[in-house]
């Protein structure tokens, strides 16, 4: 078999960029600054090939490709063994690095308190700060003035550990492998042919093939355009404590010197409450003033989307200013609980602030992002980044449909907007994991699927779970940047020629693949979640007791307030299973944050929520009206009909009006409709008859009007109710209502467009 060479992009291709300098940022490598390195034909010093470029590295600057094992196609026990030709001017200046990259392990415990930390709880001292090297391989030479080879030989992959809550010294949690080449002079050095090969010694003959090189970029053309382009960009990124990085611990700056008496201790509050300390860490310790303005916490710099950010801006070469990193990502946020924050944080309504969307406070947006905001416009999200992955146990067994809802909500008021799935599901393989549903969403809408859920799972061949996320659900520092090296790769784009915009605007659209805008619903909940979101607050009429409310359509999103009690909600009176944990009180509403969500509800038909504790009081409702509704009332033109129109006083705040038909046995009321799922809504009465239903001549269904709503109390209640017509083609459609056995009070017809 032919050997293969385990780096991708060993020929130094580059990577598109809008830099005015050429060569600065090479595909599928990276470097510490733009600039650092430049690709090019090595000004004759080196034997090339066709296709090969050689790269300069500056004095002091180094370039380094790392991949974890699973990517590498290896396991414990396997070897690998590193070549790369090289030139240089002076003496021992190219130096070539191998090593394994590692999970940090250490004995016992300790506590950010230790350190003059707030947070007085204790962990293990597994998992802190950044991936650690093994004891790497080394290798220079004295040549100069001519071409010469390094070489490094034999590096074995050799894990040592058990899968445990505890720490301990004596573990090795292996996890990928990292080749650096470093000009350690004032000289320049040019590195060319690297090849990382499996076994013992690198071949006299080189390899053939080379790991392939990522192609989602094809599958985000809009937004790879703007970054290829220099564009202002709009990035929101959703999730959970997971995606912010609020892990047990935070995610902390470390000291990362192994040198230093230090080494792993943290240097600063993760949540500072002055935010001078963090912005004098960013600026002096991290070397970037750049971003002093840009980063709220510590954890929105390690987080797998701040790294990203910060990648983003070294291969495209764009300022800070230029690149809206926008925090939905939140503590307990599950994507059904975000839908009340859509609107808010896409539109900006919400001012800079460090725990609402991870910037420091006192800004403005428009002083941030001026490019962005230019003559007082907003701009509208280019990108969204699902993260997620362990919050989402609502709606079962169609927990998909609020993520598809959340595509199509997006679609439909930002067109052209972009979607990245890279969730952190720690449970694949399980019956109740996301990782099939959302890769098949992905699948039906040409959305990038990154499976981290796979790469979990064969990372425990080699290292402890625990290590990679302490606490068994958040990933720690270093397991930020394996999720944040998978994201990564979305966005590696071959340079494919100078860019003009009279030429090749349309064709950098059309060499990709554009996502699918509302194409046919994959699952047929998720219409549930795309329409209007609507809030009624805790003294509108339509919250009966403090505890009820008859709901808009079918999918909610509740804040109430149990004085921090557990509270159970009943919909239609039953309990709500995968509804939430109804663990956490809300006395106002939080737009990533609830009491519980649910949208796995019956379209068309009446729907009363209930917290059942008689202490606890809602504090406000989402509800999502469904999309392009129409109500068509008694007063509404077009009823044909001679039934008597009559005013009732409603005691649940009047969701469909205050007048209804009192249709007598015999008679018909028929209207015409233009939609595509119907509503038909009445007044239920102790002497009610029942209510017959026909569509286009075809009888949809009969209802007595005779049953009253129990609530938890044993009370009854007859009130307004209401049930579908669903699955008609979109049209007109005539409605002919008639009344059985006794009169039935008609409130009127609802119709919907879901196109």
Not at 620 to 640: E, M, P, S, T
């Amino acid at each position: 078999m032919p050997t293969v060479n385990l780096l991708q992009n060993p020929q130094f291709g580059l990577r598109n960029t809008a830099g005015s300098e050429p060569g600065r940022s090479i595909l599928c490598w990276n470097t510490d600054r733009w600039g650092d390195v430049i690709s090019g034909n090595g000004n004759g010093k080196l034997k090339l090939e066709s296709l090969e470029k050689a790269v300069e590295i500056q004095p002091g600057k180094r370039i380094w490709q790392f991949a974890t094992l699973p990517e590498l196609g290896l396991k414990a026990g396997d070897t690998v063994s590193l070549s790369v030709n090289g030139f240089q001017e002076q003496s021992g200046a190219l130096k070539a690095r191998l090593c394994l990259m590692l999970i940090e392990s250490a004995d016992g415990q300790w506590s950010p308190a230790d350190f003059g930390m707030p947070d007085k709880r204790t962990f293990t001292r597994h998992g802190r700060g950044e991936l650690v090297r093994s004891p790497q391989r080394e290798t220079s030479s004295e040549e100069t003035g001519k071409e010469f080879q390094l070489q490094l030989n034999g590096l074995k992959i050799d894990p040592r550990f058990k899968e445990q809550r505890e720490s301990d010294a004596d573990v090795r949690n292996v996890v990928g492998v990292l080749v650096e080449f470093v000009n350690d002079s004032d000289k320049r050095v040019w590195v060319n042919s690297p090849a990382l090969v499996k076994g013992e010694t690198v071949a006299k003959t080189a390899p053939t093939a080379s790991r392939a090189l990522p192609d989602l970029y094809q599958k985000i053309p809009r937004t790879m355009q703007k970054l290829t382009t220099g564009q202002p960009i709009s990035i929101l990124t959703l999730g959970s404590s997971i995606d912010r990085g609020s892990a047990n611990p935070r995610l902390y700056f470390y000291d990362e010197d192994p040198a230093s008496p230090h080494y792993k201790e943290p240097l600063v509050e993760a949540r500072p409450g002055k935010p001078e300390s963090m912005k004098k860490l960013i600026a002096e310790r991290m070397g970037r003033p750049d971003l002093q303005d840009y980063v709220g916490w510590s954890q929105h710099y390690f987080m797998y989307t701040g790294r990203l950010r910060r990648e983003l801006l070294r291969k495209f070469h764009y300022p800070v200013e230029k690149m809206l990193l926008n925090v939905m990502a939140c503590d307990g946020s599950s994507i059904g609980e975000s839908h009340s924050g859509f609107r808010e944080y896409a539109a900006f309504e919400l001012p800079p602030d460090p725990g609402t969307n991870g910037h420091p406070s006192g800004k403005s947006w428009s002083e941030l992002y001026p490019a962005l905001f230019e003559n007082g416009k907003k701009p509208g999200p280019d990108l969204v980044i699902f993260g997620h992955g362990h919050n989402e146990h609502i709606d079962r067994p169609d927990e998909i449909a609020a993520y598809e809802g959340a595509v199509r909500w997006f679609q439909r008021h930002y067109p052209g907007v972009e979607f990245v799935s890279c969730m952190w599901i720690r449970d694949k393989g399980s019956a109740s994991s996301m990782t099939g549903p959302m890769q098949e969403l992905c699948e039906h809408y040409g959305i990038p699927f990154v499976d981290m859920g796979q790469l979990i799972i064969d990372l425990k061949k080699t290292s402890n779970y625990f290590a990679m996320a302490p606490d068994g659900g958040h990933p720690a520092a270093g397991s930020h940047y394996l999720w944040f090296k998978q994201l990564e790769q979305v966005f590696e784009i071959p340079y494919s020629g100078p860019y003009t915009p009279a030429i090749n605007s349309a064709d950098y659209i059309r060499s990709g693949i554009p996502q699918k805008q509302l194409p046919v619903r994959m699952n047929a909940f998720a219409r549930n979640w795309e329409g209007t979101m609507v809030r009624f607050p805790k003294d509108s009429p339509r919250i009966v007791d403090g505890r009820m409310m008859i709901l808009e359509d079918a999918a909610f999103n509740l804040w109430a307030d149990n004085k921090r009690e557990m509270m159970q909600l009943l919909i239609d009176g039953q309990p709500a299973e995968h509804a939430g944990h109804g663990r956490t009180s809300y006395t106002r509403p939080n737009p990533r944050n609830s009491t519980f969500v649910h949208g796995h509800l019956a379209r068309g038909d009446r729907h009363i929520i209930e917290i059942l504790n008689p202490s606890a009081r809602l504090s406000a409702v989402d509800c999502k009206v469904g999309l392009k509704r129409r109500f068509y009332g008694a007063d509404a033109k077009g009823w044909q009909g001679k039934s008597v129109v009559e005013e009732f006083e409603s005691k649940w705040g009047t969701p469909y009006g205050e007048k209804a038909f009192h249709l007598q046995p015999g008679e018909t009321l028929e209207i015409e409709v233009e939609a595509d799922e119907l509503s038909i809504a009445w007044l239920d009465d102790p002497a009610g008859g029942t209510l017959v239903a026909e569509v286009d001549g075809k009888p949809a269904w009969s209802q007595p009007t005779n049953q009253p709503f129990t609530d938890s109390q044993e009370r009854t209640h007859f009130i307004e109710n209401r049930r579908g017509v669903l699955g008609l083609p979109f049209g007109k459609h005539r409605i002919r209502l008639q009344a059985e056995g006794k009169p039935v009070r008609v409130i009127g017809v609802f119709g919907y467009d879901g196109r």
